[in-house]
């Protein structure tokens, strides 16, 4: 039997959803606040719209109304006051971008690179930087710093042993860097990141005990990147790029690793055969998870060689590149 188109078109729920975590009407529920005129004043807003609103979710299981206009949590509801639930939902942070973003993917199918900026005015990461809070709040949702949560645990082509310097390509406020450096006392690293985020990383260099062993770039990754070092790390960075701009960051390491060094990338790669899923980075962003054949294209296009590609036992699909024999740099 085939599915209801109009079921699958349902903006209700999702938009009900959003509007009862921007509110936080869950919090005022468990706070005792269980009548309608309560929490609407609460929340400042119209008590028969939001009588209406949750009282539809409650149709879809979300909320309980023991007897009517007095709202209580059930299972459902109670993943409002999760956190990270909070912050990929509420309208007034990331969760807002992420929601009104999708209103850019009918010009993504036709060209193919995204078209946040037609619906907030400037594309993804400029508007994060024009608006600190929600930046600070896409840092929150992601993880530690914004970065994630640092694993250093992964192995490269000879072992550790001859690396002496190692430049993390966009790397945050320097989690990822620390727990590498933490880990193998003889390495030096440089964190590059844009300025308005490197300023951040002190405190997280001091804590990991690295402080004397590192250095910031506040730059552009698109820019010229310290040279010389062994090992140039990207994390999860190529992967929120359209392919001409992933190859631009990846001609820059190899200009800076030059003959001597390696580029290793982490999080943006997988087997051969990428699944060609939609997901959020995509509309926001125009990035990609690419397989190692489509990878392959873009390190050779910025004078790269892949020398090395596989699984490893920390979970990591970790992709080595070295600059090639005949670069086209």
Avoid at 60 to 72: S, Y
Avoid at 174 to 196: F, H
Avoid at 224 to 243: E, H, S
């Amino acid at each position: 039997m085939p599915v209801d188109l109009w079921t699958l078109c349902d903006h209700t729920t999702p938009w009900c959803i959003h509007v009862a975590s921007t509110l936080r009407i869950a919090e005022q529920i468990a706070a005792g606040n269980a009548e309608i005129a309560g929490i609407a004043a609460a929340a400042n807003c119209d008590a028969d719209a939001l009588h209406r609103v949750l009282r539809y979710l409650v149709g879809k299981g979300v909320f309980l109304e023991p007897t009517p206009g007095t709202f209580a949590l059930n299972e459902t509801a109670k993943q409002f006051l999760d956190p990270s639930s909070r912050l990929g939902l509420d309208l007034n942070g990331i969760g807002g971008r992420m929601a009104y973003a999708w209103s850019t993917l009918p010009s993504y199918v036709r060209t193919g690179a995204p078209a946040y900026h037609e619906r907030f005015g400037l594309p993804f990461w400029e508007d994060l930087a024009a608006h600190p809070e929600v930046g600070a709040s896409f840092d929150a949702l992601i993880g530690p710093s914004g970065h994630g949560i640092p694993n250093s645990d992964f192995e490269i082509t000879g072992g550790w042993d001859q690396v002496q310097a190692v430049v993390d390509v966009g790397g945050g406020t320097g989690a990822m860097l620390a727990e590498i450096l933490r880990a193998r006392p003889s390495v030096r690293g440089i964190l590059v990141d844009l300025p308005s985020t490197v300023v951040r990383a002190a405190g997280t260099f001091q804590t990991a005990g690295v402080a004397d062993r590192v250095t910031v770039s506040g730059q552009s990754f698109f820019d010229p990147l310290p040279a010389g070092a062994d090992l140039y790390l990207l994390r999860g960075i190529l992967n929120d790029w359209p392919d001409r701009e992933a190859t631009a960051i990846l001609t820059r390491c190899a200009e800076a690793a030059g003959a001597r060094g390696r580029v290793v990338v982490l999080k943006s790669v997988g087997p051969e055969v990428a699944p060609k899923n939609l997901s959020i980075e995509t509309v926001l962003l125009g990035g990609k998870h690419r397989g190692v054949a489509e990878f392959q294209q873009l390190a050779g296009a910025a004078g790269l060689a892949v020398v090395a590609a596989g699984r490893q036992a920390s979970g990591y699909f970790v992709v080595e590149c070295r600059l090639a024999k005949n670069p086209a740099l």
